[in-house]
T-cell receptor, first 113, second 113 residues
C-alpha cells in the first residue's frame, strides 16, 4: 500500500515560470492538505481539499497560487509566475476522513533561480 | 505570539541520554501530533494524542489538556534519532474540526555517539 506520493521531489524553475506540484494521496483517501515550509521557518497550512472541492484556502497567497483535486488523478498545487520567495518545501498530507490522522508525503523542494 | 510553542529550539545530547521536548499551545484542540523530519526528508507522524500517554519503542508522548501542554520523551537516545521534531495541533473551532494542522517551530535534535 503506497503512501502519499509527491512529485517531483525537486523542481527548479526560473523566475516567471510556472510550477506544478503533484500529490497522490494514499489509496482510499479523499482529503488532501497542502503545507509550505519556507527556509528557516516552520510549516504553514495552505489549503485543504476534498475531491473536486476546496474546503479551506485561508493559507493560500491571494495571487499566483491555486490548487485543485479533481475527481480522477492527483491533487495539483500550481504556482504561476514564480518568484524567489516561492522557494520552499511543499508538503501534502492526506486522510481518509478529514479527521485527525495525517499521512505526509516526502515533499517537493522548489527552487526558483 | 505563536499559538504553538516548542522548547528547546535546539538540543544536543550524548548517545544514551534521556531527552524531553516540550510543546505548549494556547488554543483549544481536538488532537496533537508529534512529527519527525530528517534533513531533506519527508515528515512522519510519530504520535497523535488527544489525551493521556502513548508509547512506541523508545518514544513516549504525553499530553495534559487542562494545562495545554505536551511532551515528547526519547529514552536511550541514539544518533539515528537526530532530526527535527515538530509539535502540531488540530484546532477545535466551534465544535467542528478537521485535519488542518498548526505547527510549532520545531526542535532540532542532535545526538552524538
Amino acid at each position: 500500500n503506497a503512501g502519499v506520493m509527491q512529485n517531483p521531489r525537486h523542481l527548479v524553475r526560473r523566475r516567471g515560470q510556472e510550477a506544478r506540484l503533484r500529490c497522490s494521496p494514499m489509496k482510499g483517501h479523499s482529503h488532501v492538505y497542502w503545507y509550505r515550509q519556507l527556509p528557516e521557518e516552520g510549516l504553514k497550512f495552505m489549503v485543504y481539499l476534498q475531491k473536486e472541492n476546496i474546503i479551506d484556502e485561508s493559507g493560500m497567497p491571494k495571487e499566483r497560487f491555486s490548487a485543485e483535486f479533481p475527481k480522477e488523478g492527483p491533487s495539483i498545487l500550481r504556482i504561476q509566475q514564480v518568484v524567489r520567495g516561492d522557494s520552499a518545501a511543499y508538503f501534502c498530507a492526506s486522510s481518509s476522513t478529514g479527521g485527525t490522522e495525517a499521512f505526509f508525503g516526502q515533499g517537493t523542494r522548489l527552487t526558483v533561480v | 505570539k505563536n499559538e504553538v510553542e516548542q522548547s528547546p529550539q535546539n538540543l544536543t545530547a550524548q548517545e544514551g541520554e534521556f531527552i524531553t521536548i516540550n510543546c505548549s499551545y494556547s488554543v483549544g484542540i481536538s488532537a496533537l501530533h508529534w512529527l519527525q523530519q530528517h534533513p531533506g526528508g519527508g515528515i512522519v507522524s510519530l504520535f497523535m494524542l488527544s489525551s493521556g500517554k502513548k508509547k512506541h519503542g523508545r518514544l513516549i508522548a504525553t499530553i495534559n489538556i487542562q494545562e495545554k501542554h505536551s511532551s515528547l520523551h526519547i529514552t536511550a537516545s541514539h544518533p539515528r534519532d537526530s532530526a527535527v521534531y515538530i509539535c502540531a495541533v488540530i484546532r477545535n473551532a466551534g465544535g467542528t474540526s478537521y485535519g488542518k494542522l498548526t505547527f510549532g517551530q520545531g526542535t532540532i535534535l542532535t545526538v552524538h555517539p
